[in-house]
């Protein structure tokens, strides 16, 4: 089953930071995170295997709560290349990757 | 190296016609993916193969088929194409089904069916 994201879209200036959550209804193995820019392919930023565990590079840095099946992305001091939509896949005792519905983040000057 | 790469990146069908979408790793990856990703939507997972000589259905596999032809290759076949498979097909790869690796995609197909 599709995981959710939250929100659907957000708008931001630069400098600004934001927060892309994502929730599934199974028990989660691992949740990977991908950027996408409009008529390109998905660029992958990270994947989180276990509870609790945090990952970042730069100013974009994620965490997973294992226990309530959630993913958050977090975005600090947001610049424009940061534009695109952010992409959540999540794995669970199955083999497949399963992406939730995106959300579309534009950084304005 | 060329990681994923998709033949065609474009294609207009007529309804009823078939095609086949190629995709090739030079990774030495042992999983492949076929996603299909339509306008404003996330991406839908259609078949995989966990490794070579093995495939099983994903999301949304009706209308397709799928041939994973050596370990390099990955094709997915439309055999009679229809106005609701109009979408963007991305192919990707990763080294294992599970564990710390990331998942790497192709630039893409985009398919129109009148």
């Known amino acids: 089953q599709q995981p959710v994201q939250s929100p659907q879209a957000v708008i931001l200036r630069e400098g600004e930071d934001a927060v892309i959550n994502c929730s599934s209804s199974?028990?989660?193995?691992?949740v990977h995170w991908y950027r996408q820019k409009h008529g390109e392919a998905p660029v992958f930023l990270m994947i989180?295997?276990?509870?609790?565990e945090q990952k970042g590079h730069d100013k974009i840095s994620a965490s997973f709560n294992e226990k309530k099946q959630q993913s958050s992305l977090y975005l600090t001091a947001s610049q424009l290349s940061y534009s695109g939509t952010y992409f959540c896949?999540?794995?669970?005792?199955?083999?497949?990757?399963?992406f939730g519905g995106g959300t579309r983040l534009m950084v304005k000057p | 190296n060329a990681g994923v790469t998709q033949t065609p990146k474009f294609q207009v069908l007529k309804t009823g016609q078939s095609m086949t979408l190629q995709c090739a790793q030079d990774?030495?990856?042992?999983?492949m993916y076929w996603y299909r990703q339509d306008p404003g939507m996330g991406l839908r997972l259609i078949y995989y193969?966990?490794?070579?000589?093995?495939?099983d259905k994903g999301e949304v596999p009706n209308g397709y088929n799928v041939s994973r032809l050596n370990k390099r290759e990955f094709s997915l076949r439309l055999e009679s194409a229809a106005p609701s498979q109009t979408s963007v097909y991305f192919c990707?790869?990763?080294?294992?089904?599970?564990?710390?690796?990331?998942?790497?995609f192709g630039p893409g197909t985009r398919l129109t069916v009148l």
């Open positions: 990707a790869s990763r080294a294992r089904l599970a564990g710390y690796n990331e998942q790497f």
């Open positions: 199974k028990a989660l193995y691992s």
């Open positions: 989180l295997l276990k509870g609790g």
């Open positions: 896949g999540t794995q669970n005792a199955g083999n497949m990757l399963t």
């Open positions: 990774m030495n990856h042992n999983s």
């Open positions: 193969s966990a490794s070579e000589g093995t495939t």
